[in-house]
């Protein structure tokens, strides 16, 4: 039987005042909208009802969403991704150096507003901390040699810049792309939006900024030292926060995708170390650079 | 008669204007100013008529007067406000010619070519101004790149001095010299754009503006510092 139109008018009213009490700058305008259009029969009520219950939801999903209230050729859809504070940025940072089991990074450190400045000078960042740091790894190689002749080696900035930036675009597509078809097939509920999982690479690049320039240190048990460690570290950030989506998964995609995620990373962090630092002995450095950037 | 015809013509359009009125109560303040590089006055005579010389040289004086106000950075809107990129475009060449063809063994491994040069300071100047703006800043886009444009001038500055000290010799002492000349004028050249910039920006978010401009510095910095010359 339908509830009497008082009853209902009730009701919404007990819901608004629990939802003020709990966010008292919450305007009450659209409450008053709604109610109205409520009344008219019970259909429009449950709807009403359900939504009340789960307001709380919608609201973080819309802005897991990112809130896509501009159209894209809009200059407020973008700025929507730079909507960051400086302390907010330093603690994102801190989250990816210092990956702690259970805190998964994406839940704790970038909802409700993950940013895409940190991915981004990050990237730019290790570029030229790749390119510097490898043109002066080369320096103290020769210091014993008297035909040496700096040589800058610009074009390595321009190829340091398309890898790097290609990994933190590129992986995190095809992490989001599997990982949400994945979702869909098995159905469930949890999963990162692409800016996320962008977020999640860009910020977790950033131990190989220190990393890179340590490696301008030539000994050569201390560069893999470092890449072990920045990778462990690095890696570990993607792994405690994709795991927790893919672990509902059966088990042989589950530690396959953990597994591809873990090898992309390695590849990158060895292969920027060997093509920018490259180590040659003192007497044979200036015909081996020849050499090899020859083959470059 | 055809004067008269298009009079007719106009009169409806324009009848309805004598209509509107300003009320008294209302006061109109501020200026109704297009914000061109020249001075308002201007508009009362036309640019054609004056000699070259002066069009020259009242370009040259504004150009001048916001080279003195880098070189002695305090906070002003005049500067801001009268944007141009004839500065930018001088310094940014000059910088680009001194820097280009450094070392010759093979041309790969050579110094940046004059195009490299010039991409990097426009565009990231250009990439720079995007940053400050979508993270909420307050300034223009010409004005970002006429402002960082402009204080490139004490790198330009480190540049000839290092031209001059390399003709010199090349040695330890020659680097030492260029390391602390190339860092100071760096140092400088960061601290003079962000007296201009920062003031856009929230005040929680300066540093995110701030960072960028550093690494932009640093690398031209970089490049002039790693100059050698051919052998």
Redo the contacts between chains.
């Keep these: 039987t339908m509830a009497s139109p008082d009853d209902l008018k009730f009701q919404e009213f007990e819901e608004a005042t629990d939802l003020l009490l709990a966010d008292p700058g919450a305007s009450t305008l659209s409450m008053s909208g709604s109610s109205s259009t409520a009344l008219a029969g019970a259909t429009g009520d449950i709807k009403l009802d359900m939504s009340d219950d789960e307001g709380q939801e919608e609201s973080s999903e819309l802005l897991r969403g990112e809130k896509q209230t501009s159209g894209f050729w809009t200059?407020e859809y973008?700025?929507s991704?730079?909507n960051?504070?400086?302390?907010q940025?330093l603690d994102r940072v801190k989250g990816s150096v210092m990956p702690l089991p259970g805190r998964n990074f994406i839940k704790h450190t970038l909802q409700p507003s993950p940013d895409l400045?940190g991915p981004f000078?990050i990237c730019?960042?290790l570029v030229?901390s790749l390119a510097?740091s490898g043109?002066l790894s080369t320096f103290p190689n020769s210091l014993g040699s008297a035909h040496y002749?700096?040589?800058?080696?610009?074009?390595r900035v321009t190829i340091a810049a398309v890898v790097i930036f290609l990994y933190a675009w590129l992986v995190p597509l095809g992490v989001w792309g599997f990982l949400t078809w994945r979702q869909r097939e098995e159905r469930q509920q949890s999963g990162y939006s692409f800016l996320e999982t962008v977020c999640v690479y860009g910020y977790s690049l950033f131990i190989y900024i220190p990393t890179s320039v340590l490696w301008i240190l030539p000994f050569e048990w201390l560069r893999w030292l470092l890449i072990l460690v920045a990778m462990v570290i690095s890696g570990s950030v993607l792994v405690l926060t994709f795991w927790p989506v893919v672990r509902d998964d059966t088990k042989v995609t589950a530690f396959a995708t953990v597994a591809t995620i873990v090898v992309l990373h390695a590849l990158l962090s060895i292969g920027c170390k060997m093509y920018f630092f490259q180590t040659a002995t003192p007497t044979l450095n200036h015909t081996a650079a020849?050499l090899t950037?020859?083959t470059h | 008669e055809k004067m008269a015809e298009v009079d007719e013509l106009s009169k409806p359009m324009f009848a309805g204007l004598s209509d509107v009125s300003i009320s008294r109560d209302i006061p109109v303040e501020g200026e109704i100013n297009v914000p061109v590089g020249t001075p308002s006055h201007d508009d009362e005579y036309s640019t054609l008529d004056e000699p070259v010389k002066d069009t020259i040289l009242r370009d040259l004086k504004a150009v001048g007067k916001k080279f003195v106000h880098v070189m002695y950075p305090k906070k002003s809107s005049t500067l801001l406000r009268d944007w141009d990129l004839w500065g930018p475009l001088l310094l940014c060449v000059t910088l680009a010619l001194m820097l280009q063809g450094?070392?010759v063994?093979?041309k790969?491994?050579?110094?940046?070519?004059f195009a490299?040069v010039f991409v990097i300071i426009w565009f990231g100047s250009v990439i720079i101004t995007l940053?400050s703006?979508?993270?909420?800043g307050t300034i223009s886009f010409f004005q970002s790149l006429c402002v960082l444009g402009y204080c490139i001038m004490p790198l330009t500055v480190a540049m000839v001095v290092c031209r001059l000290v390399l003709l010199g010799g090349s040695g330890m002492v020659s680097f030492i010299v260029r390391l602390i000349v190339v860092t100071a004028s760096f140092s400088w050249s960061t601290f003079a754009s962000t007296a201009f910039l920062a003031d856009s920006q929230p005040s929680?978010?300066?540093?995110?503006v701030v960072?960028?401009v550093f690494?932009f510095y640093?690398?031209i910095g970089?490049?002039i510092l790693?100059?050698?010359p051919s052998?």
């Design positions: 200059f973008y700025q991704f730079f960051v504070d400086t302390m940025v400045y000078w730019v960042t030229i510097i043109n002749h700096y040589r800058p080696q610009f074009h020849i950037n020859k | 450094g070392s063994d093979s790969e491994d050579g110094g940046p070519q490299e940053n703006k979508l993270l909420g929680n978010r300066k540093a995110l960072y960028p690494l640093f690398v970089w490049m790693t100059f050698s052998a």
